[in-house]
C-alpha cells in the first residue's frame, strides 16, 4: 500500500509527498515531531504536521539564512541563533571564518535529539559539538529579554507563527532582538510564502521597520516551502544590505549561495515591493 503525507499550505492548497518510512514519530512537550523517509524529499523533519526541513533541499534554507546576514555584518563575532533545532543553521554559521562563538537557543530538546540521531548530515555541528557552539535548551523569547548589547547577528531559524514559533512574530519580540544586539548588530528571521503569506509577512515587516533604521526581504526558491519561493527580513542597525561588498574574499560560495546571489536575492519582484510598501 502507498503512504503519502500531506502538508495544508493553506486550507485550499497541500503538497503531498510519497513515504518510503516513518523514522520517528512523537509529541514533545511543545508539538508532534516526525522524521519520514519521502520519494522526492529524502529524510524530512515534520513538526504539528508542518514540514521544515528535508535532506533534498535543507542547503539552500539554511544557507541563505545564514551567510546573507553574516556577510552583511562586517565582523560577525557573537552570533544568536534562535530555533534551528535541527542544526542546519549553526552548521552554516561556523563555516564563516570571523564567527567566535554562536549561542543556539531552542526550545525543544526532542528536536535537536531526534535531528542528531535521523537527520545526521544536517545536525552535523551538533553531533560533533563544534567548539564555536554554545547549545542551550530554553526559551529565545527569553534569551533575548534577559540580554543586551550582546550580539553582531541574530538569525531566527523558527516554524510557522503557531505554537512554539507564534511569540516570534510580534512587535515585542523584535524590541528585545533589538535591544539583545551590539550598537551596528544586525537580525534576520524566516517570513514565509510571499504568495501565501501576505498579511504576515507585511506585519513583520512594518513592525521591525519601525524600531530598525534599515529592513530589507530577501527571497530564496525553495521546492519544499508553499509556493516555492520563501522570504527572509533583516532589520539592521548600521549596515545596509544593498551595500555589502560582494567582492570581499570572506566570502565564499555554498551549494546554492555565492556572491552574485548575495546582491540579486534583494532584488524583488513588483508584487512584494507594493506589498511591503502599503500602509
Ligand atoms: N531549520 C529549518 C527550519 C525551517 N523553518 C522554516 C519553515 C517554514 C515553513 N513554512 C511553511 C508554511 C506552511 N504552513
Known amino acids: ?63 541563505m539564512i545564514a551567510h546573507v546576514p553574516l556577510n552583511v555584518h562586517p ?71 534577559e540580554t543586551e548589547g550582546q550580539y553582531d547577528v541574530i538569525i531566527v531559524d523558527c516554524s510557522d507563527p503557531i505554537g512554539p514559533g507564534e511569540g516570534l512574530f510580534t512587535a515585542a519580540f523584535y524590541r528585545d532582538v533589538y535591544t539583545a544586539l551590539k550598537p551596528d548588530g544586525l537580525f534576520v528571521q524566516q517570513t514565509e510564502s510571499p504568495f501565501y503569506h501576505q498579511p504576515l509577512i507585511r506585519k513583520s ?10 529592513t530589507r526581504l530577501y527571497l530564496a526558491n525553495i521546492p519544499l516551502y508553499p509556493g ?14 544593498l551595500k555589502t561588498d560582494v567582492t570581499k574574499p570572506s566570502i565564499q560560495s555554498g551549494k546554492y549561495y555565492n556572491p552574485g546571489i548575495q546582491r540579486s536575492c534583494f532584488i524583488l519582484p513588483e508584487f512584494i515591493r507594493e506589498l511591503l510598501q502599503k500602509d
Open 1 to 63: 500500500m502507498e503512504l503519502w503525507m500531506t502538508e495544508f499550505q493553506t486550507q485550499n492548497l497541500g503538497l503531498a509527498c510519497r513515504i518510503k518510512e516513518t523514522l520517528f514519530s512523537g509529541q514533545s512537550d511543545f508539538q508532534e515531531i516526525s522524521v519520514v523517509d519521502t520519494v522526492e524529499f529524502g529524510r524530512m523533519l515534520v513538526l504539528d504536521g508542518v514540514f521544515q526541513t528535508s535532506v533534498f533541499d535543507e542547503y539552500i534554507y539554511h544557507e
Open 75 to 145: 565582523r560577525p563575532v557573537n552570533v544568536l541563533v534562535i530555533g534551528g533545532g535541527d542544526g542546519g543553521c549553526v552548521r552554516e554559521v561556523v563555516k564563516n571564518p570571523a564567527v567566535q562563538q554562536v549561542d543556539m537557543v531552542e526550545i525543544d530538546g526532542v528536536v535537536v535529539e531526534v535531528s542528531k540521531k535521523y537527520l545526521p548530515e544536517i545536525s552535523s555541528a551538533m553531533i560533533d559539538k563544534h567548539p564555536k557552539l554554545n547549545l542551550r535548551i530554553g526559551d529565545g523569547i527569553k534569551h533575548v529579554q
Open 205 to 214: 515587516y512594518q513592525d521591525v521597520n519601525q524600531l530598525f533604521p534599515i
Open 228 to 241: 516555492g519561493l520563501h522570504c527572509f527580513t533583516i532589520g539592521s542597525k548600521k549596515y545596509d544590505p
